[in-house]
């Protein structure tokens, strides 16, 4: 087979488990000729200007030491990735909503993309028309556009979109969707509101504190606090379920963060006033308690009266969401193939390793394809 040429933007947690997984891959396939010639970050490159190729064995100290700026984006890395002598797969590994804005562009060159970037799938609906208007496995006619995967955008290396997908082109109708989309809010309300009822006394600026500490938050909490992170998701699932959410702020999201917070000048500054507003949340925990139930913080999609939110809800202990262990996320598909009882989809909605392999197994079904 003639060389698959491969171009990495984004060299960070998960681009690193990505190279690190793509390197084995190829090893285990040498007849696939999976060639890198380009790895980025934000200020420097790694290029193969010849098309020749990269080591994977080493581009890390290589990366470290480089003085080449990455190629400007869109026009300079569309036009060296577009007279490749191949086909050739962008991997985007990034968060960036301007990368993810030129998809179309490269698309329509007839490159492939391969991405965990919600931003380009959750920003415009016209984005996301853009992108399948360009790409090959879209509503491009002529099929000239190149293929597009982000089964990464949801649910990390979980198969969410991939068997959203098929239960719609097999037929089946989408009645409801609901789930934790956050493996950061699945650890914090675990640990606020456990099913046992005892978590030590700790209040919920306590449990936030304990989550940012073990990582599971972003450097500022407040980022996954707001809300906006699954509103992204559920943008995601509402489109491919059929209905055209104009943006991730177009139906109700309710956001955990103390409007007397929103505006604190760090994260610093806000955990320390967050003890405060212990009380209402404490509050909604025992109301729950009372009926038998606990709080979880979930997305939920009504396909069918068109409705999709946000936010806190309780469930009885006895339910799968209540049941579920430390950050893991879980998602229901309610259909009408499926009945009263949900399709799940369960696991590891978050961390590097689980979400390059999403990445990776996108880029294979590309690879397969070609």
């Avoid at 010849?50 to 080449?68: Q, V």
């Avoid at 979109?161 to 989408?174: A, F, R, Y």
Wanted: one cysteine or more; aromatic letters at 8%; hydrophobic letters at 40%.
């Amino acid at each position: 087979m003639s060389k698959i040429y491969v171009a990495i933007i984004g060299a960070g947690g998960v681009g690193k488990a990505f190279i690190s997984q793509l390197a084995s891959y190829s090893s285990r396939n040498p007849s696939l000729n999976i060639t890198p010639i380009l790895i980025s970050r934000s200020k420097t490159a790694l290029i193969s200007p010849d098309y020749s190729g990269l080591s994977l064995s080493n581009w890390a100290s290589d990366l470290a030491s480089a003085t080449t700026p990455p190629p400007a984006f869109p026009t300079e890395t569309l036009k060296f990735l577009s007279t490749a002598p191949g086909p050739v797969i962008l991997v985007d590994n990034t968060s960036d909503e301007a990368i993810a804005s030129s998809y179309p562009q490269f698309l329509s060159a007839g490159i492939h993309i391969v991405t965990p970037n919600k931003k380009g799938f959750s920003s415009s609906i016209d984005l996301w028309n853009g992108i399948y208007s360009a790409a090959k496995n879209g509503d491009n006619a002529n099929g000239k556009g190149g293929f597009v995967f982000h089964e990464a955008s949801v649910g990390a290396g979980l198969p969410v979109l991939s068997t959203l997908k098929e239960l719609v082109e097999t037929g089946d109708k989408i009645r409801k969707i609901e789930g934790v989309f956050s493996g950061t809010m699945s650890f914090l309300f675990n640990s606020f509101a456990p099913l046992s009822g005892d978590n030590g006394g700790k209040g919920f600026a306590e449990c936030v504190v304990q989550a940012k500490e073990l990582g599971y938050t972003e450097p500022d909490p407040r980022d996954d606090l707001n809300g906006l992170d699954v509103a992204r998701k559920l943008t995601i699932l509402a489109r491919l379920s059929g209905l055209a959410v104009p943006s991730p702020t177009s139906f109700p999201i309710q956001s955990l963060i103390p409007s007397e917070l929103e505006t604190a000048k760090s994260a610093e500054e806000f955990l320390e006033g967050l003890p405060r507003f212990d009380g209402e949340m404490t509050k909604k925990k025992t109301d729950a308690e009372a009926s038998g139930s606990v709080i979880r913080y979930v997305g939920s999609l009504n396909v069918e009266r068109k409705e999709v939110k946000v936010g806190l809800e309780s469930f009885a202990k006895s339910s799968s969401i209540a049941g579920l262990q430390g950050s893991d996320n879980i998602i229901s598909f309610y259909t009408e193939r499926y009945g009263a009882n949900p399709l799940i989809v369960q696991g590891a909605g978050a961390g590097a390793e689980v979400t390059a392999m999403g990445v990776l197994g996108d880029l294979i079904k590309v690879v397969q394809r070609l």
